[in-house]
């Protein structure tokens, strides 16, 4: 009967890793196609990223019950447990994903075709290496690789450091023209998400370091 329990359970926990892959890939979309649509000025686009959010959303309440429901049914002990609690954790950042995604996509909205007052270098910079961050802080979960999340943690520095970069880029442009105070505010928001994406990467990452060692921080 034990032998069944652990098969019954491994299965689950494999389906779980699974979906929570596909979420994760249906994040790296959503911000895809949100910065496609910024840069692009699509609002048809945009009104997709809003709806494609929805779907997410739907996916972390079936993961979440299903995570749960391991817990409850299966009451993992030690690493098991510390496994499924980081993948409830987990879930819920790559959701957020979706929400900043969303939040940029509504600024899209409300925009319009306006032109940008400079042109956005640093915003996709910030955007590749977020996405590249989910991928890779994934990839660690998978491997519970312990160094290649301390790899991802590490380049949330440098997204940083961009944002730093657009933040007085934009304030400098707004001191010597005030009329472009609503764009600058946009723009800067645009930024903060991106910031706060690549922060949910380390969260992940974070979470691989407490499977694999018991420990949050590296």
């Keep these: 009967m034990e032998g069944y ?15 929570i ?4 890939a249906m994040a790296e979309r959503i911000l895809d196609m949100s910065i496609k649509a910024l840069l692009e000025k699509d609002v048809s686009l945009a009104l997709k990223v809003i709806d ?9 309440l079936e993961l979440e019950e299903k995570a749960i429901r391991l817990i409850a049914l299966q009451q993992p002990m030690a690493k098991d447990l510390r496994k499924v609690i980081s993948i409830i954790k987990m879930i819920s950042d790559l959701e957020r994903v979706g929400d900043y995604s969303e939040n940029i996509a509504e600024i899209v909205i409300e925009r319009g075709n306006k032109e940008f007052i400079k042109p956005l270098v640093d915003i996709p ?4 290496l977020s996405k590249q961050m989910i991928r890779m802080s994934l990839d660690a979960y998978v491997k519970e690789d312990v160094l290649l999340a301390k790899q991802v943690f590490d380049m949330d ?15 400098s442009i707004l001191s010597r023209n005030e009329k472009e105070m609503s764009q600058v505010v946009d723009l800067l928001f645009v930024g903060r998400y991106l910031e706060r994406i ?4 380390t969260n992940i990452c974070e979470h691989v370091n407490f499977i694999a060692q018991g420990k949050m921080s590296f």
């Design 5 to 19: 329990m652990r098969q019954k359970y491994d299965e689950q926990l494999k389906s779980l890793n699974h979906e």
């Design 198 to 201: 690549a922060d949910h990467a």
């Design 125 to 128: 910079k910030m955007a590749q």
């Design 21 to 24: 892959l596909h979420l994760g």
């Design 52 to 60: 494609f959010e929805d779907e997410i959303d739907k996916t972390e």
């Design 157 to 171: 520095d440098i997204v940083d450091d961009l944002y730093k970069k657009i933040y007085i880029e934009l304030l």
